[in-house]
């Protein structure tokens, strides 16, 4: 059972990643995956969810409008994508699961990925 983020890499400035959060040896209909992120020298801190029914909360001001979580159910995956990338967005970012219903808060996430890292520089 676990979970393996990918697609992280380098990006210029207003550029786009997409991340994958992707599950084995289990199913991720049943929760709540959630994105966090941390930046050197900062806390890890809650970017956006996506709860089992598929609603998604945004959990930082700064990715409202420029980043969306999605579920693909067929490949078992959960999709972060990207846009308009700031230098600010650069951290490794970690999915993680949790019971159906989203939560900022890191500690009630059970399984988590091993982090992709995300470097936004010109």
């Known amino acids: 059972v676990q979970l393996q983020a990918s697609g992280g890499g380098l990006v210029q400035p207003g550029g786009s990643l997409r991340l994958s959060c992707a599950a084995s040896?289990?199913?991720?209909?049943?929760?709540?995956i959630g994105w966090f992120r941390q930046a050197p020298g900062k806390e890890r801190e809650g970017v956006l969810c996506?709860?089992?029914?598929?609603?998604?909360?945004a959990y930082l001001n700064s990715v409202k409008g420029r980043f969306t979580i999605s579920r693909d159910r067929r490949q078992n995956t959960v999709i972060l994508q990207m846009n308009s990338l700031t230098p600010e967005d650069t951290a490794v970012y970690y999915c993680?699961?949790?019971?159906?219903?989203?939560?900022?808060?890191?500690?009630?996430?059970?399984?988590w990925g091993q982090g992709t890292q995300v470097t936004v520089s010109s």
């Open positions: 993680a699961t949790k019971g159906d219903r989203c939560s900022g808060h890191e500690e009630e996430y059970d399984i």
């Open positions: 040896g289990f199913r991720l209909d049943y929760y709540a």
């Open positions: 996506i709860s089992s029914s598929d609603a998604p909360i």
